[in-house]
């Protein structure tokens, strides 16, 4: 990733500044507009991440901080630009190092433990209806990535949780993940 957009997305966010200054708990009010549900886990709600009218937003992932189990009312995508993060996922520890991707469907419970301010990851977070120009360039293909947005979509196969893709020494995905902050930052 260049140097330039690094230096961006490593910046030290009010968020994080609140979290480096004692405040060691999680603001719900950022990301969910309803207190703990029924089975105890808070649903992050996009309304409060997506500016009105986008189906994609990014963000720096929060660091210094343990975000305890939730869930998300939309896709998410998880880019390592540099380090690493600790993802629990439907149970599964899984660790999500340097250009490497991690797709989080809407009905997976998921805990990231605390990241170091070295370790700079980009959230997309992805309402359902973006995927759906992709679906139909993808028609009846049958492959991975398409039954999990197909089950993203539909509130399918509650198994299909995530997708991780070690991708970090696939140059052309890390031109594409690169050109899309760009884009969209």
């Known amino acids: 990733m260049k140097q330039e957009l690094l230096d961006i997305l490593r910046k030290i966010t009010p968020e994080e500044e609140r979290i480096c200054n004692g405040d ?6 950022i990301y969910s507009s309803k207190d703990v549900g029924q089975d105890g886990i808070v649903q992050v709600d996009a309304t409060k991440l997506l500016e009105e009218g986008k189906l994609i ?3 720096t992932h929060t660091r210094f901080v343990h975000f305890p189990v939730h869930t998300h009312n939309y896709v998410e995508l998880v ?11 439907n149970g599964n520890d899984v660790i999500l190092n340097e250009g490497e991707l991690l797709f989080i469907s ?8 605390p990241a170091k301010e070295s370790d700079v990851a980009v ?3 992805i309402l359902p209806e973006f995927f759906d120009y992709g679906l139909a360039m ?15 979509l539909t509130g399918g196969k509650e198994d299909t949780g995530y997708l991780h893709f070690k991708v970090a020494d696939v ?8 050109n899309l902050i760009w884009t969209i930052i």
Request: include cysteine; glycine fraction near 2%; charged fraction near 15%.
């Open 24 to 29: 060691h708990n999680i603001e719900q009010n």
């Open 57 to 59: 937003q990014i963000r």
């Open 79 to 89: 880019y390592m630009c540099q380090g690493s993060t600790h993802h629990v996922v």
């Open 106 to 113: 809407q009905s997976a419970k998921q805990e990231i433990f």
């Open 123 to 125: 959230n997309f977070i």
């Open 138 to 152: 993808m028609e009846a293909e049958n492959n991975q990535l398409r039954s999990f947005v197909i089950d993203c």
């Open 171 to 178: 140059l052309p995905i890390q031109n594409l993940v690169e």
